[in-house]
């Protein structure tokens, strides 16, 4: 059986990328779940890591895209 304290951790991963961001994203109190909660009529978002409408990847910043698998996502409960 395989000891807790030094089997390596998995990391659990957000529905969405931590560095995603969007005006919505400032109003929430809670961790989004859907890609609503990001976009308003402006659909407008960007990265946090960047400051642009492209991630480090250097593809485009959305919450359909921005989510496990992109090789430039961290979850958003890694910092907590």
Not at 46 to 67: N, Y
Request: charged share 20%; aromatic share 8%; proline share 8%.
């Amino acid at each position: 059986m395989p000891n807790e304290l030094t089997s390596p951790s998995t990391s659990v991963q957000s529905p969405f990328c931590g560095a995603l961001r969007s005006k919505k994203f400032f109003m929430m109190d809670t961790l989004a779940t859907d890609a609503s909660q990001y976009l308003d009529a402006s659909n407008h978002c960007w990265c946090r890591e960047t400051q642009q409408v492209l991630g480090p990847d250097g593809g485009r910043v959305q919450p359909k895209r921005c989510v496990p698998g992109r090789a430039c996502y961290t979850s958003a409960l890694d910092s907590v």
